[in-house]
């Protein structure tokens, strides 16, 4: 399976909080990769989980778990919890996308060409072809939720970019 990286080094205080070494500590996030550059002519097994942010609280605390020896002290505690609620961290509002996963959202008649480009590559692979138009539909409304503005539907409004252009943050 094709992967999705990203990279995020904490500043020095939020290194504190977390209960990291500052300057050297980084975390690697990742997710499989779904839809293919057909001009590019890619192949690769593609991931059916639902499109997701690679930054999530949720993934730091998980790859704190692994980083960290031993339990969390209530001080520890005390300093993590106002660190990851009011810590400026621009990931936290950022969606990020590669161009194939962007033709999902620039118009409803990619929808059917990118659902016969899933289920040609889950057929190469042996996969159930029948679940290609679900996962572009789940696809679909997941990233309307994550990128929604409305209320109800996500907590912060996400602005999406390319994630080429990830790094110019």
């Not at 290194?15 to 690769?44: I, M, T």
């Not at 990619?110 to 996962?135: G, M, T």
Request: charge should be negative; charged fraction near 25%; hydrophobic fraction near 40%.
């Amino acid at each position: 399976m094709e992967k999705l990286t990203l990279l995020w080094q904490p500043d020095d205080d939020l290194a504190n909080a977390l209960g990291v070494k500052g300057n050297s500590e980084v975390f690697q996030f990742e997710r499989g990769k779904k839809y293919r550059a057909v001009a590019a002519h890619e192949l690769f097994r593609p991931d059916v989980e639902k499109l997701a942010p690679l930054f999530t609280e949720e993934g730091l605390l998980d790859a704190l778990e692994l980083k960290r020896k031993g339990d969390w002290s209530n001080s520890q505690l005390k300093a993590l919890i106002p660190a990851l609620v009011h810590a400026p961290n621009k990931l936290r509002y950022c969606m990020e996308l590669i161009c194939s996963e962007l033709f999902l959202l620039t118009s409803p008649a990619n929808r059917k060409p990118l659902e016969q480009e899933l289920a040609k590559v889950l057929k190469h692979f042996s996969r159930d072809v029948s679940i290609a138009k679900q996962c572009v539909e789940d696809d679909f409304e997941e990233l309307g939720k994550l990128l929604s503005h409305a209320p109800n539907c996500c907590p912060s409004p996400c602005p999406w970019l390319p994630i080429c252009q990830l790094w110019k943050w």
